[in-house]
């Protein structure tokens, strides 16, 4: 497979004439990679040092609007720079963009050269050196799920999203026919990750017509949030180039099945032991694993804004559509928000199953570590697996109904203001309500259907 490029094999590659181009690049608060487009030479010679953007890129809406209301930046405080500093062990080839290679950057205070405390890889690492401090690497995987359109982004664009039509007509999960084709993008998405040093495993058809899921090999977390935004902007550039599109909503059709990321977990040794497994436990499950999951459920509706994070996520929490409705445990069972996989094996490991193919990985994956490591510092005991359909339990920890729920448990979070800080808390929840306001305002077709002659 090929690895990840040095300095000197980018120089060579540019001295051969085989790149010329060089994305700069940092996820924003969406997940989205937002950068430059550096020449290979300008890169060389200095911009692998350092760059600069506009500080707004972390207090933006979707649509790129610049929100009022965030402490870090305004039009008050004038908008000024952060600076963009190159992560070189990121630095890889993009097969599927010609001549071009990718390097994901830090974004740091210029004048300190501290990491900014509210951008997503920073609240990610800290969570990281965290549990290095209590002698645990922590590994993941996501699980990556999206949609995929037979009409452009363009033709979209002009001819509206009423008549979206899915690659194919039918559920398609696991069903090797109906995904031959959409082999021309996923064969080109997994070559593509391949060629640029991100160890892709497999693709499948979802449970849905049109849906497909990607799968990446299980990385140390930092890594992971890494792979995630790569594989997301690999999909949609390779399916523009095809002359497709697809969408990573969580819920893009009320008839149909949502789209998630649902992510694995687990901490092993700096030695490569896997601090999960006791094969003398239940299921295999170390007393680390039972704090760490206790941890998690104690603070899940707390955390779910994270892994939940637009008005539209929330419509995929729904009854029969292989999306949890409670925050509970259970092993190897599709109905719980949190599974156990891997049951009496060192490949024993918890998934989270709340959150969408909207989420952030880097701001999802800090939240779910957060709190499954306040469950080892405070040694929380594990609550009884639930069985069965999850569906059906009454009296069971429900996920948060709505953004809005989500944003008032986070703003109140004080696990998650030890760990997060109060900056990162209050950041992210007048985002949250941001989204909720512009969401409240808007009038929609559905409310136009119902009410305009009816009404």
Known sequence: MAAEMTLQQLQAGFDAGEIDTVLVAAPDMQGRLMGKRFHAAHFLASGYEETHCCNYLLATDMEMLTVEGYASTSWAKGYGDYMMKPDLATLRRLPWLEGTALVLCDLVDHHTHAEITISPRAILKRQIARAQAMGYV??????????????????????????????????????????????????????GLYGAGIPVENSKGEAEAGQAEINIRYADMLTTADYHVITKQATKEIAHGLGKSVTFMAKYDHRRA????????????????????????????????????????????????????????????????????????????????????????????????????????????AALLAAGLAGIEQGMALEPELHGDMYGAREAREIPKTLREAADLLDGSEMLRAAFGD?????????????????????????RRRLLERG
């Open 138 to 191: 922590p590994m993941a995987a996501t699980e990556l799920e999206f949609y995929i359109f037979e009409q452009s982004y363009e033709a979209l664009r002009d001819q509206g999203t009423d008549r979206l039509t899915p690659i194919s007509a039918y559920n398609e999960d696991y069903h090797l026919f109906q995904t031959t084709k959409e082999e021309p993008l996923m064969r080109a998405l997994r070559n």
């Open 258 to 365: 949502g789209s998630s990321s649902h992510v694995h977990q687990s901490l092993w040794t700096p030695e490569g032991a896997a601090a999960f497994m006791d094969g003398d436990a239940e299921y295999g499950m170390s007393a680390l694993m039972r704090q760490y999951m206790a941890g998690q459920l104690a603070h899940a509706r707390e955390i779910t804004a994270f892994l939940a994070p637009n008005v539209n996520s929330y419509k995929r929490f729904c009854t029969g559509m292989f999306a949890p409705t409670k925050a509970v445990w259970s092993l190897d069972n599709r109905t719980a928000g949190f599974r156990v996989c891997g049951d009496g094996s060192r490949a024993v490991r918890v998934e989270c199953r709340i959150g969408g193919a909207d989420l952030n990985p880097y701001l999802a994956c």
């Open 423 to 447: 900056e990162v808390v209050e950041h992210y929840t007048h985002a949250a309500r941001w989204e909720i306001s512009e969401h409240d305002r808007v009038v929609t077709d559905w409310e």
